[in-house]
C-alpha cells in the first residue's frame, strides 16, 4: 500500500495531537520533487544525533519543547515557534517533553 502525500489544495491537520500524541508515528505529509514536509513525532527524553540536511530546513513546534543544539549554542524551541536552519548546518535534536513538530525541507 502506498503513503499517501497531501496534493496540491488538500488540507492537512497539523494541529496537536494532545492525547493522541503517544499514539501517533512521524508522517510525511508532503513530497514532491522540491518539497518535503513531515510531522515529526518524538517522546520526551529521544535524540537525534548530529546530523545535516541537504536543503534549508524549517521546524515549527506544534506541541511539546525540544532543544536543538546548533553552532555551539542550545536552542530552546516551544509551541508556536518557527526555527529555521540553512543548508547543510550541522545540528543535533533532544526531546525535552513528547514532541510533535512541523519539519520543512527544501529538497
Known sequence: ???HHA?????VDVRPLADA???TKT???VKTEHLEVLRLVMPAAKEIAEHKAKGDVTIQCLEGRVTFDVGGKSIDVTQGDLFYLPAKEPHS???VEDSSLLVTFSL
Open 1 to 3: 500500500m502506498a503513503i
Open 93 to 95: 535534536v533532544r526531546f
Open 7 to 11: 496534493q496540491a489544495g488538500e488540507i
Open 21 to 23: 500524541l503517544a499514539q
Open 27 to 29: 508522517t510525511t505529509l
